[in-house]
């Protein structure tokens, strides 16, 4: 099997899904920059054979980081590797490392032209850094499409990289217990939505839309109540505002979950909302779907493009419109039209899982190793410069 180096700065669970997903066809080497990283919270996953793990320091100047892949990725000889984004200095130490030994790299991004305003330097920076990448890959046209502005060869770009391990969800949310704290009541009858408790997740709007939702409902607590799952900095803000619009009985906030809890919730919800004003993918919307639940979510996530067909796969509402959520809300109590969604939903994203992931994976493998990339001057010489102007910065 080709040897293919994989690089993320903290593993998660769909990572260890995804390059399972490669194993099948490649011979991967599962590069950890930052095994310590904390920012989501997961429990530290197992890596598992056939993948051969290499973690690194997780911190360090560019020149260190090079120095030890040097030590420990250089006597792999992999013959290819890919890299998340351009941004962290792990990724970027990684770039350079590849240069320096002549292998090809490709470019893993979820990154779309509309995510945020652009601004013309950034975007000049950007295009001398891929122009050092060999091949892409992305899941939607719009990040292919990202990719070639930036450009990179539309033809060396290819689809398939935000997956999850969805035959674990689909398995494991099949025969879900409801979850601590939640009364048999709530089976099948509860919204759920899981996040970071940060601005862009739009939890604020989600629950003045749901208190319209209420407006007269039934009393009782098993009435659709809503579940916010997960934990962040505007966790205090959002209790506040559940008491301000009398919601304490019908919000939920039970904090976060590890991948072994979550399917307790997505297996006994009775649908799904994600309502961020800006959200590259979403992977949660793949987890839920996975595990059979009718959804409606946000048109800004980068995910409704390969998977929610509105009113087909789950419903697409604009999240600066509180009005539209709240349709979007009374409209999943429809139980015969969210049964289709469902259905829907769980065949379209089956086609989305880590095994293609993993062959998506290996055509641009074999892209990047049939046609290297070819720098300009100007590209080469920035790189190289960059060893000296930021080797030595630890921030």
């Known amino acids: 099997m080709t040897r293919v180096a994989i690089l993320f700065d903290n593993f998660g669970p769909y990572h260890i899904a995804r390059m399972r997903g490669a194993s099948a066809q490649l011979d991967v080497v599962a590069i950890e920059a930052t095994p310590r990283g904390t920012e989501y919270g997961w429990d530290k996953p197992a890596v598992p054979a056939p993948l051969h793990y290499l973690p690194l320091a997780g911190t360090g100047t560019l020149r260190e980081i090079i120095a030890e892949l040097d030590a420990k990725l250089t006597p792999l000889a992999p013959a290819a590797i890919a890299l998340p984004g351009w941004s962290s200095r ?76 969805n035959a674990y969800f689909a398995r494991t949310a099949a025969a879900a217990a409801m979850p601590d704290g939640l009364p048999e009541a709530f089976r099948g009858r509860y919204f759920l939505t899981s996040n970071r408790f940060i601005e862009k997740k739009n939890l604020a709007r989600l629950l003045d839309a749901y208190a319209v939702f209420r ?8 009435d659709w109540p809503l579940v916010l799952l997960g934990d962040g900095e505007l966790r205090a803000a959002l209790e506040a505002q559940r008491t301000a619009l009398g919601l304490e009985r019908h919000v939920l906030m039970p904090g976060f979950r590890q991948i072994d809890e979550l399917p307790r919730f997505y297996g006994t919800a009775g649908a799904f909302v994600h309502a961020s004003t800006t ?71 089956d086609a989305w899982g880590p095994d293609r992931f993993g062959s998506g994976m290996a055509e641009a493998v074999r892209a990047a190793i049939g046609a290297p990339a070819r720098p300009s001057l100007i590209d080469r010489t920035l790189l190289d410069c960059s060893i000296s102007l930021r080797g030595g910065d630890r921030r």
């Open 90 to 165: 792990a990724a970027f130490a990684t770039l350079i490392w590849a240069r320096q030994h002549k292998v090809p790299a490709i470019l893993m991004s979820e990154t779309n032209g509309w995510d945020f305003a652009r601004k013309p330097l950034a975007e000049w920076v950007k295009r001398r850094i891929v122009a050092h990448y060999s091949a892409g890959l992305v899941t939607s046209d719009s990040q292919a499409g990202y990719l070639a502005e930036l450009g990179l060869r539309a033809a060396a770009i290819f689809r398939g990289y935000n997956a999850v391990d």
């Open 215 to 222: 407006r007269g409902r039934s009393d009782d607590p098993a």
């Open 279 to 349: 959200e590259q993918w979403g992977l949660v919307v793949n987890e839920a779907m996975a595990s059979g639940l009718p959804l409606a979510i946000s048109n800004r996530c980068g995910c409704a493009e390969v998977l929610v067909e509105d009113g087909v796969t789950g419903l697409l509402f604009d999240p600066h419109d509180t009005a539209a959520i709240t349709r979007a809300l009374t409209r999943l109590t429809a139980t015969d039209e969210s049964a289709a969604f469902a259905a829907q939903g769980r065949a379209r994203v």
